[in-house]
């Protein structure tokens, strides 16, 4: 590429360079060295648009000194975009910059990133906190998160023997059991639409459901079930009383990005709150990858999870897409300073 050109990579392009096992193991490493303080992962920039319009944009800046790579994301979360727009809830776009002169050297796709990297944390978190014999996992909202998710924990956890979708819409769980069987024919794929009869002698139990209220509450768990949660606020006394340890991706993130939503959303809407402490947080799941900590004493013990994202983990995986671009040359070379 020229001096001063940069590679643009579209959603489409950056699908083909990257597989759910590269997105493991990228977000394995992330977690291990922001663990071993060998990245530098700022608290996210969180802007909520509350109440003028439903919806909020986060800025994620990082930096790794083992990859030597640098860049930023920029994603918005609009849940009522498929609706109003027929766009995706969740658009992102990432920048990459040379660490050494802060050039842009690649403006691209976040949304795909975003996906591949939440699912890899979902099969991160049940790696390292699910019981070793678990066989059965159920998911409760049956979208693109949902389906991700289950793709990656399937990766790392090739025992499962049965997958359980749960979602209001029928449609949603055939289009997720059509997808998923194509990958995994083995695997036993069965629909509910039950939440607790699903949930019940389920090991693990993801809740990727875009609800207005809250679920998680209604379930009785049985010991030793691992969640795992992307879509629901966690009170701290729900949690307390529920679970053995809860741990997350970033403590320091975690409470003050779910904080500040939960103040605009009060301020805004009126809505009771109980606002996120660290001291409610039993810790970070790359202690547990490097090996400092163990959240899961025994098979009985019933662990909470749940991801607030890292951009450690977003330019990571865009700089492995982008390399992996430059090689077979894929993307398009454009003209970005006037050199």
Known sequence: ????????????????????????????????????KKVINPVKLHTPLYPYHDG????????SATQDVAGVKVISVYKNNIKKHDLPATIGTIVLNDP???????????????????????????????????????????????????IMILKVLPKIKEVR???????????FIDEASKIYPHVDFVEFDDLQSACTNSDIVVNAANSSVLLLPKIKFNKGTTVLVLEEDLKPSYVKKTFDAFVVDFIDCFVERSNISLNHRHDAYGEE??????????????????????FRKSDDDIIVASSIGMGIQDVMTADYIYKKALKKNVGKELEFLDL
Not at 6 to 23: D, P, R, S, V, Y
């Open 165 to 175: 979708a749960v979602d209001i819409n029928p449609a949603a769980r055939k289009h």
């Open 56 to 63: 909020y944009t986060n800025c994620m800046p990082a930096f």
């Open 273 to 294: 709150v109980e606002l996120v402490t660290a001291e409610s947080i039993s810790g970070e799941i790359g202690d547990v990858i490097a090996g400092k900590k163990k």
């Open 1 to 36: 590429m020229k001096k001063g050109s940069i590679l643009f990579i579209n959603e489409k392009e950056a699908k083909t360079l990257i597989t759910a096992e590269e997105a493991i193991k990228l977000s394995e490493q992330a977690f291990a060295d922001f663990s071993d």
């Open 100 to 150: 050494d002169s802060g050039c842009p050297l690649a403006i691209m796709d976040g949304t795909y990133v975003t996906s591949a990297r939440t699912g890899a944390t979902m099969a991160i978190f049940s790696k390292y906190l699910a019981k070793k014999a678990s066989e059965v996992v159920t998911v409760i909202g049956t979208g693109a998160q949902g389906l991700s998710s289950v």
